[in-house]
Each structure stands twice: as C-alpha cells, then as structure tokens.
C-alpha cells in the first residue's frame, strides 16, 4: 500500500489527458464543434492500440521461449480473447464518428493536410506484431508505408519489421507439435485415405445429380480437381512448398500440418487450449479486416471520391488495404480440409492416452 493517499485524477494523469485536444480551427480563429468529436475518437483508438500492443507483447514473450510453457496458455488465451474485445470496440466508435455528417468534418478537414491516420504509428506496430509483411502492403503515391512518419516514427515501425512477429512465433510452436506416428501406425496416410474417400462420395453426388446441366456438371467436377491438388499438397512437401512461391501458402509445411491436426482433433482435452489459439487468431485476423472494411465505408460516406488527408486514393484505397490485410489466411482455409468427426482416423489408444486429462475417475 502507498504511504500517501492517491488522488483519482492525478493517478489517471486526467489534467493531461483532457487537456490534450488542441482544435485546429480554434487556432485558425473560428471554433468547429465536431472537430473535439473527431480528436477524441482517435484519441481512444491510439489507447486501445496501446493496449492491444501491451497484450501482444506479453503473449509474444510466451511464444518466444522454447518450449512454450504450457501453464502459460491459458494467459495467451486471455491476452487474446482481450485483444478480440477491444477490436469490438474499434468497429463501434465508427458509428460514435459518423454522427458527424459529411458537412460537419468539411467545416473542418482542411486544417488537417497533411495529417492522416496513416501515420498512426502503433497501428502499423500492430500490423507488424501480428506479422504483416512489407510486400503484403499497397504503396501509397508510389512511396512504402513509413515515407508518412517523421524520423522516430519511422525507425521505430521499421526496426519492428525485423523482429519477430506472433506468426513467425506461431509458425515455430506449431511445428514442434508432436507427430502421430506411433510404431505402424502413420496418421497423415490414414487421414488421406479418409479425405480421398470423401472427396470420392461428394463427386459421385455430382456427377449423378439430375438436376445440374451438362455445363454445370463439367464445371463443377473440374473443381474437385482443383480441390485435389490441395490436399494433395498437405502430403506432399514438395507441392506445399510450390503452393507457398506462389503465395498460396504462408505457413511451413510442417505448421500447417500440425495445424490442421489440432482442428481435426480439437475436442481432446490436449489440444483445446491450442485450438482455442487457432480460433482467436482468426478473430483477431477478421476483427482489423472488419474494421478496415468499417473504416473505408465511413470515409466512402466522409468524404465520396475525393483524396484523404495524407494524400491517399481515400476509401478506395482502404478497401484494397483491407483486401490484403490478413495475417493467419492459412488458418482460416483449414476448413477446405475437415471431414466429419465420424470419418476421422481413429488415434491409436498409447496417442490418445497422451491427450486426455491426466486424471480421470
């Protein structure tokens, strides 16, 4: 306990924090009410990214050691839901800002050049924490992402692009999963007998559907080949690898492996907590396309057609961001690869013993 007593204003630094919304057009002579509505907003966006890049932090400390802790996953999982909570948040304040009408922030929006919210710098730490990658970003006027910050800015968001980001750490966690080959028994080739099993009974359907026309039929037969070819790369490393130059694939062969086993078999008690990871990645990854998605309907209403404060093509520009925004797109295409529970390999009893609950009545 403190010796001295703590005073509620001066402990949340309340005499700072609202006095730091400094309107441009009070400066310019002439006061425009929803410009204090316009800074607070991203006022608390810059807050909530701090608090997103305090969880990341954390959870990547987790994921950085070798072997992961596993009395640790269960804050990951915390860290995580918390961070998902947040991103619910971000989307609402959209709706806090668009009651402001298109009118209203032009009475203001010149005082704004060049200032954007592309020089958000915590949000680009964000991307770049979760494992965005430069190439995976759309140049602005021809210039990289980090020609809009000024010099500490910049080194800042550019040193952070070589450190380790949570996908590469996932990446690493995933292919030390432990493999199911247990004497004889090789899971990945009972799997794949499975999966061809299924494919074969889905084509059959197709093929004796009556009510598809012979185009259709054609067209839709041609995809099972297509949809072949992608299992056939989770069996063969050498086609993963080719799916991965193409950019079809991020993640190693071996990640991706282990990541579609936990997905399968996410119902054994080892491998919830892992797949609770799995889940809230992808939350996370849909939660900022959400919001870019938000954000460039609210400036499509904002501002039409017309440039964006830094310079940018405005929505349009946002929306092709969001586009090529995801991070963990290979978890979300695992579910190309399910089967049901009932067509799942059977785990020999010595592996499946190893995934219940130590202690059972």
Request: proline share 4%.
């Given at each position: ?52 890049l305090w969880e990341l932090d954390d959870v990547l ?30 989307i609402k304040q959209v709706a806090v800002l668009e ?263």
């Open positions: 306990m403190s010796q001295d007593p703590i005073y509620y204003s001066d402990y949340l630094q309340l005499g700072k924090l609202l006095d730091s919304q400094h309107l441009e057009s009070t400066k310019a002579g002439e006061t425009v009410h929803d410009e204090m509505l316009f800074i607070i907003v991203h006022q608390a966006y810059e807050l909530w990214f701090k608090q997103i400390g987790i994921f950085s050691q070798n072997p992961v802790p596993e009395r640790f996953m269960g804050r990951v999982v915390a860290r995580l839901r918390r961070i998902v909570e947040i991103q619910d948040i971000l009651t402001m009408t298109p009118i209203d922030f032009l009475d203001f929006r010149d005082y704004l050049f060049p200032a954007s919210g592309f020089q958000s710098a915590q949000f680009r730490l964000v991307e770049n924490r979760l494992g965005m990658r430069p190439e995976d970003r759309l140049l602005l006027e021809g210039a990289p992402y980090t020609e809009r910050f000024d010099t500490d800015d910049k080194a800042a968001v550019v040193a952070s692009e070589s450190d380790p980001s949570l996908f590469d750490l996932i990446e690493q966690w995933l292919e030390r999963t432990p493999f199911l080959e247990s004497g004889e028994y090789r899971f990945w080739e009972e799997f794949e007998s499975a999966v061809r099993s299924r494919l074969e009974r889905d084509r059959i359907v197709v093929a004796e559907n009556p009510n598809l026309t012979t185009a259709e039929r054609k067209a839709q037969l041609g995809e099972f080949k297509t949809t072949m070819r992608q299992y056939e790369a989770i069996f063969d490393a050498d086609k993963h690898a080719a799916m991965t130059r193409r950019g079809e694939r991020r993640f190693s062969y071996g990640a991706f492996q282990s990541a579609l086993f936990i997905t399968l078999y996410q119902d054994l008690p080892a491998l919830q907590e892992p797949n609770r990871v799995i889940e809230l990645l992808m939350d996370i990854d849909e939660g900022f396309t959400a919001w870019r998605h938000r954000h460039a309907q609210m400036a499509q209403r904002m501002i039409g057609r017309r440039i964006g404060t830094g310079g940018s093509a405005g929505a349009k520009y946002l929306e092709k961001s969001a586009e090529r925004s995801r991070v963990f797109a290979d978890l979300f295409n695992l579910a190309t690869f399910l089967v049901p529970n009932a067509e799942r390999p059977e785990l020999p009893e010595a592996v499946a013993e190893t995934m219940r609950f130590r202690y059972q009545v």
